[in-house]
C-alpha cells in the first residue's frame, strides 16, 4: 500500500461523496443543519486541490494533509471529527504499509474521533460505521485474508453500521435534541464513513 494509493483512496472517496452529495445533505435534514453532504463535498475538494498543489512523498503525508483540509475546511462537527481520524492515523502508520500497520493505525483514529465526538456505537453517530469496519479489518488481519478482501469486508461492515443507525434514538450532537424523533432516520455522518470505507475497498490492490 504505497503513497498513490493513499491518493487514490481520498479522490474516490471524493468522488463517491460527491455523487452522494443530496442524499447525504437529505439525510442530515432529517435530523441535523441539512448541510452535511454540501460540507464534507467541499471539504475533499479542499484535499484533492491540497494534495495537487503539495505532492505528498508518503501515506503519512497523505494522511496528515488530508486530515488538516478537513478540519480548516469543513463546517460543523464532521471536517474536526474526520480530521482528527486521519491525522491520528498519520501520527501512528508505520513505513511500510501492512494490512496490520493500517489496521492498527485506523483503530487508533476510530478511537481518537470517539474521544472527540464522546461518542460510542449505539450513539447514532459516525462510530457506528467506523468501529465495525475497524472490527472487520482486525479480524481480516487475523484471518490472514488479503488486502482487498480485507477492505470489502470493512466496507461492508460500515454499511451495515451505517444501516443500523436507522432504528437508533440519537445521543449525541444536534440529532440528540430530537429525542424519538431521531428514529427511522439513518445517521448521515455513518451514511459518509460507509462511503469512504467503499471508497477504500475500491482501490486496494
Given at each position: 500500500m504505497d503513497t498513490d494509493m493513499f491518493v487514490a483512496w481520498f479522490e474516490e472517496a471524493a468522488r463517491l461523496v460527491h455523487?452522494?452529495?443530496?442524499?447525504?445533505?437529505?439525510?442530515?435534514?432529517a435530523?441535523?443543519?441539512a448541510d452535511h453532504g454540501t460540507n464534507l463535498d467541499r471539504g475533499l475538494t479542499e484535499v484533492?486541490?491540497?494534495?495537487?498543489?503539495?505532492?505528498p512523498e508518503s501515506p503519512v503525508q497523505v494522511l496528515t494533509s488530508a486530515g488538516t483540509a478537513l478540519i480548516r475546511r469543513v463546517g460543523g462537527a464532521s471536517g474536526p471529527l474526520y480530521g482528527s481520524v486521519f491525522r491520528q492515523m498519520g501520527k501512528v502508520l508505520e513505513s511500510p504499509v501492512t494490512l496490520a500497520g493500517f489496521s492498527a493505525a485506523f483503530e487508533e483514529g476510530v478511537v481518537a474521533v470517539?474521544?472527540?465526538g464522546k461518542a460510542a456505537p449505539g450513539d447514532k453517530t459516525m462510530v457506528d460505521a467506523l468501529a465495525p469496519a475497524s472490527r472487520a479489518l482486525a479480524l481480516a488481519v487475523r484471518d490472514g485474508v488479503g488486502v482487498r478482501e480485507a477492505f470489502e469486508q470493512a466496507a461492508r461492515a460500515a454499511a451495515e453500521g451505517a444501516e443500523a443507525t436507522i432504528p437508533m434514538q440519537a445521543r449525541k450532537g444536534r440529532a440528540s435534541y430530537l429525542g424519538e424523533r431521531s428514529i427511522?432516520?439513518?445517521?448521515?455522518g455513518a451514511a459518509s464513513a460507509a462511503l469512504f470505507m467503499a471508497a477504500l475497498a475500491?482501490?486496494?490492490?
Open positions: 455523487r452522494d452529495r443530496e442524499r447525504l445533505t437529505r439525510l442530515d435534514a435530523i441535523g443543519d484533492h486541490k491540497a494534495l495537487t498543489e503539495w505532492p470517539e474521544r472527540l427511522g432516520h439513518e445517521d448521515p475500491t482501490v486496494a490492490p
